[in-house]
């Protein structure tokens, strides 16, 4: 009897990791799709990777600068406009969160290499500055590295279409919700809807 319990006991311990992935600030419930799940990575350095203690990061801080910085050059644009771009370009596979986007777009107008342009819109419209312009001639190569890894991600997913699988994972997170928030659902219910989503994962591993 010991034994059983101590197997819950990591049971339990797995599920809180696995329903923070699901319906977490970032996790795909919020943004349907793959988006939600990636903001950095090998080009900036975020802890990736199994057991690195966060999301698998596609860009970091100074990469996600150099595109911004690339794509307001080409035209003014607003926070939510860049963001679509950005997502259009991976093919739909890596879009920044706007919790990621907007402070980096203040801390590039605060290096005055991008200022806000006088509109109606409630939006706020950015558009490159000289300072700013001069920043992305000097970072050449950067820019190539990080536009070319956006056109990479666009050329994989044409190669491997992944909608049954968003659509796979939107279903899980709708069923996960709706079990968990149904009347009845306790703690237990909780570990055993982690127990079988990590038996999933283990099952995919395998493949």
Excluded: C
């Excluded at 963001?83 to 890596?94: K, M, N």
């Excluded at 190569?141 to 992944?162: F, I, N, P, Q, Y």
């Excluded at 994972?169 to 968990?180: D, P, Q, S, T």
Aim: charged share 25%; no cysteine; proline share 4%.
């Amino acid at each position: 009897m010991h034994v059983h319990h101590s197997h819950r006991g990591r049971s339990h311990h797995g599920h809180g990791r696995v329903y923070s992935r699901l319906f977490g600030p970032d996790g795909f419930d919020r943004g349907g799709g793959w988006g939600g799940h990636f903001d950095g990575g090998p080009l900036g350095g975020g802890r990736g990777g199994r057991g690195g203690g966060g999301r698998r990061r596609l860009f970091g801080n100074d990469a996600l600068k150099l595109i911004l910085l690339k794509l307001i050059a080409e035209s003014p644009r607003h926070g939510y406009d860049l963001i679509r771009e950005i997502q259009a370009l991976s093919g739909d596979v890596y879009a920044p969160s706007p919790g990621v986007v907007y402070p980096t777009l203040t801390l590039l107008a605060d290096m005055d290499l991008i200022a806000e342009q006088p509109g109606e819109s409630s939006r706020k419209l950015f558009a490159i500055t000289e300072a700013g312009a001069a920043h992305l001639a000097g970072h050449e190569a950067g820019v190539k590295e990080v536009m070319d890894r956006l056109g990479s991600l666009a050329r994989k997913a044409e190669r491997t279409d992944g909608a049954p699988i968003r659509r796979a994972m939107h279903n899980l997170g709708m069923a996960v919700r709706a079990r968990l928030e149904k009347e009845g659902a306790d703690a237990q219910t909780m570990f055993d809807v982690a127990s079988l989503i990590d038996e999933a994962a283990s099952k995919i591993e395998r493949l």
